[in-house]
């Protein structure tokens, strides 16, 4: 009896190993904006991107560890130190920052779910209202969490990415070349894509999540040391399968001219792994991930914006006790919703402008995180070191650079 | 007297009484001695210098400026509070209100030359002041007709927390929380930042530390013990009831958990390790194992002395049970039954010897049946020998059953 408890308590120990907070955060990243986005990139590109990728990585390390250290030293999420810091106006302004950002994610998340089940033949018409409500329904319900591993399930079925990257045979000198050298293309094309890339990989709602959950799980800095590996773990694996997204799409379609304008374009590149069956399992990944992401996105932002301005928050709550926080909630729903019932763009531009929006404002959060882990008082001897703070800098510069181009290129 | 609100001070030029401009005003030092805090010093920033004004003697506060008389100076004092720095836009505890909230802004009056904080405004008008639009808003909300009320606190009914990190020793901690009820008291540490909770744990004294966490959600209960030194962690658990202490230790890793109870009394982790081998939802996990038990052959006086010496607790005194030598269960004796036999009678001729009792293997579910069927506020746990091992509250029942949500979290 004792026994086969202790047994049930060590599996989930080590299911927690494997799925910490970090690995969480960093791949749910790869959400339908991600995947759709990764799948362009290389139809459009090939391997052209494949360095930045390799270099983002880097960068989402460096991100991802500040935003959990501060979680790990300060106890507190990121909005509520944004606040206590900064004061009112530039908390007004992170929270604008942060609410514009997760509206573009919501958005793309709808737009996923509305382009994996137009694969079923079902249209957008029907399947974004309900699974709207839906979705809606189980999270202020509380039985979501019951649910979610159907959709944890769903999703894992886009590793497949990785064997197709393999399958299709791609040229590996090219790909080694692509990935070490540089090369830019200075046209909109090229810059929209590649801010979308960097709005997906270190996308603003991430840092909040991930901070959130190490300060919520009362990490201290005493045990962060297996947080860190975690965090460090997670960013790697998220552009991994970022990379193979890219590698299977650019040698799959990008040899035939296919560009990517529906979900069944991105299914293609499965095609070297599970055959005929692309479409269905690309379709149940994408929607898994989907719904996932559109589930956790909405509440994470009414926590976040409820928290830094004092108002009450949390499911257990009656409405008339925390009106702001399901009023938020809802609305954030109903807007992502309603872009995609009511937008004549194809579904996966959709998606990649929600992600270009992202990489837009992704520098403001990034230099209040910079500021917040270079503050002593706050940080004590765990703030930034000179390396941290060079490849944070770089990273947020480039971002902006990378942005005023694109604007540049777009309205020449 | 002058009503005003600290948001409005920041920022403000600062000047002697000769007209000599000296900087702005950044912050504003009170003494935590002292309740409603009166604000003893002032920081100043000019330009990029900052300067400290002890024992600021305010001459006016004007409409766009502060004037000072004079400028002493005499060292700092140690148990201070920085209201820019430690107040604003922090957490505070709303004594009242019983729950956690965040600091808009302050109001603070002037008076007999001081600058007095004197409540906390809590309310969206706050949040306004502090954007720059609380005008413009309340001009539009009364043209829409929609009301836009204050909601500031009396200092009297918060309680500032202060991180541990700041070694701010206050003279009477967090007086005004340890007098709230430990169930709240629990409430408002699980909507504290993880590092604040510790800080706040440290200053309630032993018993009430142990009513507390015993009120706290199982997952922050764990943190809060995985944060805390050993010696520290056994010295509370062993202040709380062995079941309570069985469903903490069963959510800690299990080194710890040993390490633990290795601390405890002997009898104590005797008893808490016996409990934490019954499998979750049946009696066992959840019955308390403080019962009062008695044999047969002592007479209704020398029951009464003994429960005088015992003092049970109000949970304990519901029932007094009957046990043979080799504490198997045979009856059962109400209080009332007790009160009213004469006092030469033996417990074996006043107790029922049908007792209602449950299994320790049993599920809750049969405990809850047994429970409402016979109308009980206590069921005596026996386990396959008929040995009485325990009894089942009927407010741990109500906890179990009707508060599953606190449970899942773990």
């Keep these: 009896m004792k026994l086969k408890k202790k047994l049930a308590n060590k599996q989930v120990l080590v299911f927690l190993t494997i799925l910490g907070p970090g690995i969480i955060a960093a791949s749910a990243g790869n959400d339908a904006g991600g995947i759709t986005t990764y799948a362009m990139v290389g139809a459009e590109l090939q391997y052209k991107m494949l360095w930045a990728i390799f270099l983002m990585t880097f960068s989402l390390i460096i991100v991802q560890e500040m935003a959990a250290r501060m979680g790990a030293v300060t106890g507190k999420g990121l909005s509520d130190l944004i606040r206590e810091q900064f004061g009112v106006k530039s908390t007004f302004f992170a929270m604008l920052t942060l609410f514009t950002a997760n509206v573009a994610v919501t958005t793309s998340e709808f737009a996923g779910i509305a382009a994996s089940l137009e694969l079923f033949n079902i249209s957008k018409y029907v399947s974004v209202p309900v699974m709207a409500l839906i979705i809606w329904l189980l999270v202020l319900k509380g039985t979501y969490q019951t649910v979610e591993k159907v959709f944890i399930a769903f999703s894992m079925l886009l590793l497949s990415y990785i064997v197709a990257g393999f399958m299709a045979k791609p040229d590996w000198s090219e790909v080694a070349r692509h990935t070490f050298m540089p090369t830019v293309e200075w046209n909109s094309n090229f810059l929209t894509l590649f801010v979308g890339t960097v709005g997906t990989t270190i996308a603003p709602w991430m840092q909040f999540y991930l901070q959130s959950s190490i300060a919520d799980k009362g990490i201290t800095i005493k045990n962060y040391s297996y947080e860190r590996i975690d965090t460090i773990l997670g960013a790697i694996v998220a552009d991994v399968i970022a990379f193979f997204i890219i590698l299977s799409t650019a040698s799959a379609l990008y040899p035939h001219g296919i560009t990517i304008e529906s979900a069944k374009d991105a299914a293609l590149a499965l095609k070297p792994f599970v055959g005929t069956y692309a479409p269905i399992v690309f379709g149940m990944g994408l929607f898994g991930a989907s719904v996932m992401a559109a589930a956790i996105l909405p509440l994470s932002t009414s926590y976040a914006i409820c928290e830094a301005f004092g108002w009450e928050s949390g499911l257990d709550n009656k409405f008339e006790d925390a009106p702001v926080f399901f009023i938020l909630y809802t609305v954030l729903i109903i807007i992502g919703a309603c872009i995609v019932l009511f937008s004549s763009q194809l579904l996966v531009h959709i998606m990649l402008i929600a992600q270009v929006i992202n990489g837009i404002l992704v520098p403001v959060i990034l230099i209040y995180m910079l500021k917040l882990t270079n503050n002593r008082r706050l940080m004590g001897e765990y703030v930034n070191s000179a390396i941290y703070n060079i490849i944070a800098w770089v990273t947020v510069i480039f971002t902006i650079a990378l942005t005023v181009l694109m604007f540049v290129f777009m309205f020449r | ?410």
């Design chain 2, 1 to 410: 007297m002058q009503d005003m609100f600290f948001s409005q001070l920041v920022g403000k030029p600062v000047f002697t009484q000769q007209g000599t401009y000296i900087g702005k005003l950044k912050d504003a030092i009170a003494s935590i001695y002292k309740e409603p805090p009166i604000v003893t010093s002032i920081v100043i920033s000019a330009g990029p210098k900052v300067i400290l004004v002890l024992d600021a003697d305010i001459n006016a506060v004007k409409k766009d400026t502060i004037i000072l008389n004079k400028i002493h100076h005499s060292p700092l004092p140690e148990d201070i509070l920085y209201i820019a720095q430690d107040i604003m836009d922090k957490q505070i505890v709303d004594v009242n209100g019983r729950k956690v909230v965040r600091v808009n802004d302050l109001k603070a009056t002037f008076i007999s030359q001081k600058i007095v904080i004197i409540g906390v405004d809590i309310g969206f008008s706050g949040l306004l002041r502090r954007l720059g639009i609380e005008r413009p808003i309340k001009f539009l909300c009364k043209l829409l007709h929609i009301p836009l009320g204050d909601n500031i606190i009396a200092w009297d009914n918060v309680e500032p927390i202060v991180s541990e990190e700041r070694h701010l020793k206050l003279a009477v901690p967090y007086k005004k929380l340890r007098q709230l009820h430990p169930a709240d008291i629990a409430d408002i540490i699980e909507d504290l930042d993880s590092h604040y909770r510790s800080a706040v744990f440290h200053a309630l004294d032993e018993q009430t530390l142990a009513d507390t966490l015993e009120e706290i959600e199982p997952d922050v209960q764990v943190n809060i013990i995985e944060n805390m030194s050993e010696e520290e962690a056994s010295n509370i658990l062993e202040n709380m009831p062995a079941d309570e202490v069985a469903d903490i230790l069963e959510e800690l890793d299990e080194e710890h958990a040993q390490k633990l109870l290795e601390r405890m009394d002997k009898e104590d982790s005797e008893e808490i390790k016996g409990l934490m081998e019954y499998e979750d939802k049946t009696v066992g996990s959840m019955m308390s194992t403080d019962f009062i038990a008695f044999p047969p052959d002592i007479t209704a006086q020398q029951t009464i002395d003994q429960l005088r010496l015992i003092q049970p607790s109000p949970d304990e005194a519901y029932y007094l049970y009957v046990i043979d030598k080799d504490e198997h269960l045979i009856g059962v004796v109400s209080l009332r039954d007790l009160v009213v036999a004469p006092p030469d009678r033996l417990l074996k001729d006043i107790m029922d010897p049908n007792v209602i009792y449950v299994r320790d293997t049993d599920g809750i579910y049969d405990l809850t049946e047994v429970v409402t069927k016979y109308d009980l506020l206590a069921v005596p746990v026996v386990d396959d020998d008929m040995v009485l091992v325990g009894v089942a509250i009927i407010n741990d029942i109500i906890d179990e059953v009707f508060l599953p949500r606190r449970r899942k979290h773990a």
